[in-house]
Nanobody
Framework: QVEMVESGGGLVEAGDSLRLSCSAS????????MGWLRQAPGKEREFVAG????????RYSDSVKGRFTISRDNAKNMVYLQMNNLTLEDTAVYYC?????????????????WGQGTQVTVSS
């Protein structure tokens, strides 16, 4: 069972950058795809980014493609989300998510559990 704890959220201005971190515990982390989901107020949780078990394949939602980068360090059981050029629409709670397989990571349906989340607020 892999459990996740997110950190790194905060209040930033539009155009700023932020790096989220996810510390994963439990067996099997290195064998599973991981990802980031987010939920804005009044909206459903949505897929942001995913990465396969080894880290050489990634997927992004259209809204963040070119601005966000997901990465992982299996030796440290860590997943990261580098967010650049943040916009007001990026304001949400961000969740680190565990994949149910090693190589499915392109949508919310690929993930079966997530952490408590970290708040990211972008102001103008």
């Amino acid at each position: 069972q892999v459990e996740m704890v997110e950190s790194g959220g905060g209040l930033v201005e539009a155009g700023d950058s932020l790096r989220l971190s996810c510390s994963a515990s439990g067996d099997g982390f290195a064998k599973l795809a991981m990802g980031w989901l987010r939920q804005a107020p009044g909206k459903e949780r949505e897929f942001v980014a995913g990465i396969n078990w080894y880290g050489w394949l990634t997927r992004y939602s259209d809204s963040v493609k070119g601005r966000f980068t997901i990465s992982r360090d299996n030796a440290k059981n860590m997943v990261y989300l580098q967010m650049n050029n943040l916009t007001l629409e990026d304001t949400a709670v961000y969740y680190c998510a565990r994949g149910s397989t090693s190589n499915r990571f392109g949508s919310s349906a690929a993930f079966d559990s997530w952490g408590q989340g970290t708040q990211v607020t972008v102001s103008s």
